[in-house]
Nanobody, 130 residues
Framework: EVQLVESGGGLVQAGGSLRLSCAAS????????IAWFRQAPGKEREGVSC????????YLANSVRGRFTISSDNAKKTVYLQMNSLKPEDTAVYFC???????????????????????WGQGTQVTVSS
């Protein structure tokens, strides 16, 4: 059974940093990508970043590029989202999600937040105060 558990959310002032973690278990066979999404109250869910575990491809949405980075510790089966220079508009519940078939979807271009992610964590709240 695939399980994703997010941690690291909290309250931070604008300009501060947080590091989110997504601990994955049950990723047996398959070519997995792990992505981060976020959803603010009253807004649609937004894809933030992804990392392909097989080819180490990464993607960052324009809204976070230059401020956020995604990385992984494969031994710990954990994907991290380092968030720097946080802004109030980054306030949201952040979810990690897993796609077991991203290589077949990617056509050689790596992971993408538009792919279908089949497994989801429960989310962690990030609040950025102004």
């Amino acid at each position: 059974e695939v399980q994703l558990v997010e941690s690291g959310g909290g309250l931070v002032q604008a300009g501060g940093s947080l590091r989110l973690s997504c601990a994955a278990s049950g990723l047996s066979s398959g070519e997995w990508a792990i992505a981060w999404f976020r959803q603010a109250p009253g807004k649609e869910r937004e894809g933030v970043s992804c990392l392909g575990l097989a080819d180490r491809s990464t993607y960052l949405a324009n809204s976070v590029r230059g401020r956020f980075t995604i990385s992984s510790d494969n031994a710990k089966k954990t994907v991290y989202l380092q968030m720097n220079s946080l802004k109030p508009e980054d306030t949201a519940v952040y979810f990690c999600a897993a796609d077991p078939y991203y290589l077949s979807r990617s056509e050689g271009y790596g992971c993408h937040i538009s792919f279908e992610y089949d497994y989801w964590g429960q989310g962690t709240q990030v609040t950025v105060s102004s």
